[in-house]
């Protein structure tokens, strides 16, 4: 009954999508912020079921600890007291387990086994209904109370996170504070944008980064931060005066919100199929970011960006990546729609656990 009915319903609203494409007597004229989702329709609806629903339980650690980055330090403090956390296992959804980011192996271990031995929640999933926070990113190594963490339970990850330590479709992706700390989403200036693409180097990165650098540097096309000290208004200046952000696929990628913030869309540099983006279920990255491929070097990029630069798709992408900064925005406490809660609204997506098979092989210490 109920397929019928939405089989229907899509039905009427391709139809009504085509009759606005022909535009019966004069083309209508364009939403002012297209949408950058993948599908309003379902992100809108769930969010809500989620802010009526989603409960998720917070075990306690044994002893306080603090997390390393400001983005994870956020959410942990953002949870207990957001409407999510409930004192009741029976009724969450998920799971939360805390621990600090350079805990050693067989103290995590006993994490777990603790968890485990105390709560019914671990075994009827063996893990897969919780969440843990790893920037540095999970080791699969150990025994197997590790082993069901980071094959089962749900990884939020920093963004980017380090190469091979993100499961898609299981881990989700957690952006960063902003280098600045709270702002809010500016009107998209014009694209008269003086540089075709502003790349701030990434101190951390290795010596690729460096060459690429090297290359663009003196280049009218382009404008590279020395990585010198830099104050706000200089940063958003650059930000705003350039149409492309550069990013390496590395700890510099952590700007991708700001970038999307000030209407400077982020053009990734990668050679690999790009895995884990913030908020991958939920936006249209292909058509908010460009991605280009590390080998070909300065004249592929700037041919790429030139491209990507033309016509009317640019002003979309930009329009887009605007609507889309919000999400990217944390608050002391949280608002709607931000980072905060759209991290919760990919959690809620992924409440329904998935069990990774016991291995009998694995003793269980
Ligand atoms: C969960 O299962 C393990 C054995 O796999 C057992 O040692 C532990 O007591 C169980 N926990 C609970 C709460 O029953
Ligand atoms: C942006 O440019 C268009 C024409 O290209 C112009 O009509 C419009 O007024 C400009 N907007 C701003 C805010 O400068
Ligand atoms: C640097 O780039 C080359 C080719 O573009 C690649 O083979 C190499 O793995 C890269 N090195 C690092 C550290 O990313």
């Known amino acids: 009954m109920s397929i ?7 039905s009427l609203t391709t139809l009504f999508t085509s009759l606005s494409c022909i535009g019966l007597s004069k083309p209508l004229p364009s939403p002012e912020l297209p949408s950058p989702y993948i599908s309003p329709i379902k992100f809108f609806r769930n969010y809500e079921a989620m802010l009526n629903k989603f409960k998720i339980f917070i075990y306690k650690p044994n002893a306080a600890f603090a997390y390393e980055s400001p983005s994870e330090s956020l959410f942990y403090t953002s949870l207990p007291s957001s409407p999510f956390a409930t004192e009741d296992g029976e009724q969450a959804h998920l799971y939360f387990v805390p621990f600090p980011s350079d805990l050693r192996i067989n103290s995590l271990s006993r994490v777990v086994r603790e968890i485990r031995r105390a709560f019914p929640y671990w075994n009827r999933t063996l893990g897969a209904d919780h969440v843990f926070i790893s920037c540095r990113g999970s080791t699969t190594a150990g025994d197997r109370n590790v082993l069901e963490l980071t094959k089962n339970a749900i990884q939020i990850s920093c963004f980017p996170a380090p190469a091979g330590k993100f499961i898609p479709h299981k881990d989700v992706s957690l952006p960063a504070v902003s280098t600045f700390g709270v702002d809010t989403p ?11 693409a502003y790349l701030r180097p990434d ?17 009218p096309d382009f404008l590279i931060d020395s990585g010198a000290p830099f ?4 940063y958003e200046e650059r930000l705003s ?13 952590s700007r991708i919100g700001e970038a999307l913030l000030f209407g400077c869309v982020p053009a990734g540099i990668i050679d690999r199929p790009v895995q884990a983006l913030p908020f991958m279920d939920v936006l249209t990255w292909q058509e908010i970011a460009v991605f280009v491929g590390a080998g070909g070097g300065v ?12 016509g009317d798709r640019y002003e979309r992408m930009r329009r887009l990546g605007v609507a889309a900064s919000k999400h990217f925005v944390w ?6 729609y931000d980072c905060f809660n759209t991290l919760m609204y990919q959690l809620w997506l992924r409440r329904f656990a998935i069990r990774y098979v016991i291995r009998d092989d694995l003793s269980l210490d």
């Open 4 to 10: 019928t009915f939405s089989l229907f319903f899509l």
């Open 186 to 196: 500016l009107e998209p200036k014009n694209a008269s944008a003086r540089f075709l």
């Open 203 to 219: 101190q951390s990165a290795g010596a690729n980064e460096s060459a690429l650098v090297n290359q663009l540097t003196g280049d």
């Open 231 to 234: 104050d706000k208004a200089t």
């Open 241 to 253: 005066s350039s149409k492309f952000c550069l990013f390496e696929y590395g700890a510099g990628a």
């Open 299 to 310: 004249e592929e990029l700037r041919t790429a960006l030139s491209q990507a630069a033309a």
């Open 331 to 336: 608050h002391k406490t949280p608002e709607p």
